[in-house]
């Protein structure tokens, strides 16, 4: 059996685990139990939680999700504890009715707090929803907030209140609704939502970087000649390029993000940029540079299994 073969097994029967576990599992060390963890996230067969345990995620299979409650829970601090329980029990919060604390408080929550933002008539509205929600139960919390029922104080006979709902005005509008003698219209508005984590910039074609830098052109001759094809890549400076890369390997394809980065040396927050702009988008990272990292980012990295290529 393969070490990724035991390595699923192995978070199927135990659950949401960190590297040091499976390296113990496996008789290995924990690069090589982090490496192929790393390489099952790349192929969306494992997960990786944001909360961590002694500066390590843990990882875990789709559909493990409620097990992160117990293990990550009992971790948290009380603001984090409270804010846990609030979003809990509501479901949905409304990002600027709540307080600055619990909305730093959310953005620690990672794995429990899922921001969306809400386009409801042109406006954009900032949302956190319980990680477990399913979206029938998100569409139907929006709904109720975005139109809500008013509550009906006369009462009125059925007829009455059949005659009123069917009314129309001379603009076409159909009045849903009736308070009193006084008609209320309600338009539903269209809502449509989407992760926050969403990047909304364009990535160009990559014949269109072909003058952009030396160090782009040697990165892109290098991946073709590995096998490698660049779908897309996006400008993020003058010295920074992401190109979104397919791996054609021997046992299949691999989806990679590669920094490309003309830069002299990389601290460990540089090292920490790659690996979440990659993570987040589930892509395995690797940086092309001219440069070298730090003491502490090489050790760093052997954590986070950036592959460092130097051209």
């Known amino acids: 059996m393969s070490r990724r073969d035991q390595a699923l097994d192995f978070l199927r029967m ?13 008789g290995s060390s924990i690069i090589i139990a982090s490496a192929v963890l790393s390489e099952l996230a790349a192929h969306d067969l494992v997960k990786i939680s944001k909360l961590k345990i002694g500066g390590s995620p843990v990882y875990y299979l789709n559909g493990q999700e409620p097990m992160l409650e117990k293990l990550f829970y009992p971790r948290l601090n009380e603001k984090d504890k409270k804010t846990y329980d609030l979003l809990k029990s509501k479901k949905l919060l409304k990002n600027d ?26 406006e954009k509205v900032l949302f956190w929803k319980w990680f477990l929600l399913s979206d029938s139960e998100l569409k139907e919390l929006l709904d109720n907030y975005f139109n809500p029922k008013p509550v009906i104080k006369n009462e009125q006979s059925k ?23 006084n008609k209320v219209p309600v338009q539903k508005k269209f809502v449509e939502f989407s992760n926050l984590n969403k990047n909304s910039s364009s990535k160009k074609n990559v ?8 160090l782009l052109k040697s990165a892109i001759s290098f991946l073709k000649s590995n096998n ?19 791996y054609a390997s021997p046992i299949g394809v691999f989806k990679l993000l590669c920094v490309v980065w003309d830069k002299k040396r990389f601290s460990d927050s540089d090292l920490s940029k790659v690996f979440v702009e990659a993570y987040l988008k589930k892509l395995q990272p690797v940086l092309i540079t001219k440069g070298e990292l730090t003491k502490k980012a090489k050790v760093l990295n052997s954590s986070f299994n950036v592959v460092v290529k130097v051209l």
């Open 14 to 26: 135990n659950g949401p685990s960190l590297p040091s576990a499976l390296a113990k599992h496996l």
């Open 97 to 122: 009715e709540l307080d600055p604390l619990t909305r730093v408080s959310l953005r620690n929550l990672g794995d429990f707090a899922i921001p969306i933002t809400v386009d409801a008539n042109g």
């Open 159 to 181: 007829t009455s209140k059949e005659e009123c709902l069917s009314k129309t005005d001379d603009s076409g509008i159909k009045h849903d609704h009736v308070i009193g003698k």
């Open 207 to 214: 014949e269109d970087f072909s003058s952009e830098s030396e």
């Open 228 to 246: 490698c094809t660049v779908t897309s890549i996006k400008k993020v400076s003058k010295r920074e390029f992401h190109l979104f890369v397919e």
